[in-house]
């Protein structure tokens, strides 16, 4: 019959008793299917990137100000952001200055972020995570 039509014959379910088979045009489908993909990969929700910007506990008011540009770009972006602060040698004492300019970040940038995590100290860094406020139409 499949023949006689010029289309394939299709095991759909080998496995049952008695196997399932039916008459389609195979290349047809694929086709149809690639398209489904295709279209559900676009209506995805685009993955969350996580950014990071190194501070230093010596930052220039200038080298700040760069820097904090970038965040802003990047949450407005929607990415999450990792501000960290890097600890050298005998700067570790001045862990409250590290506070300090993290409690700016997140003061700088409060009107389109949110602090998804508060800073916490890990090591020689000290770190927090910001994300990207929702807009009234998300």
Same mark, same amino acid.
Request: glycine residues 6%; without cysteine.
């Given at each position: &019959?499949?023949?006689?039509?010029?289309?394939?014959?299709?095991? $759909?379910?080998?496995?049952?008793?008695?196997?399932? =088979?039916?008459? &389609?045009?195979?290349?047809?489908?694929?086709?149809?299917?690639?398209?489904?993909?295709?279209?559900?990969?676009?209506?995805?929700?685009?993955?969350?990137? $996580?950014?990071? %910007?190194?501070?230093?506990?010596?930052?220039?008011?200038?080298?700040?100000?760069? +820097?904090?540009?970038?965040?802003?770009?990047?949450?407005?972006?929607? =990415?999450?952001?990792?501000?960290?602060? %890097?600890?050298?040698?005998?700067?570790? $004492?001045? #862990?409250?200055?590290?506070?300090?300019?993290? /409690?700016? $970040?997140?003061?700088? #940038?409060?009107?389109?972020?949110?602090? /998804? =995590?508060?800073?916490?100290? /890990?090591?020689?860094?000290?770190? &927090?995570?910001?994300?990207?406020? +929702?807009?009234?139409?998300?």
């Amino acid at each position: &019959m499949a023949k006689k039509k010029g289309l394939d014959l299709v095991l $759909v379910a080998p496995n049952a008793n008695p196997p399932v =088979a039916r008459i &389609m045009d195979y290349g047809k489908f694929k086709y149809e299917q690639q398209k489904k993909q295709r279209e559900a990969k676009k209506k995805q929700k685009k993955q969350q990137q $996580v950014k990071q %910007m190194k501070f230093r506990v010596k930052i220039d008011e200038h080298d700040y100000q760069t +820097k904090l540009k970038h965040i802003r770009r990047f949450l407005e972006d929607g =990415a999450r952001v990792r501000v960290a602060i %890097m600890f050298i040698g005998r700067e570790i $004492v001045f #862990t409250d200055k590290g506070k300090e300019i993290l /409690e700016r $970040v997140a003061q700088d #940038t409060a009107d389109i972020a949110e602090v /998804e =995590a508060a800073p916490k100290l /890990e090591g020689r860094d000290m770190w &927090m995570t910001l994300k990207p406020k +929702k807009k009234k139409g998300e």
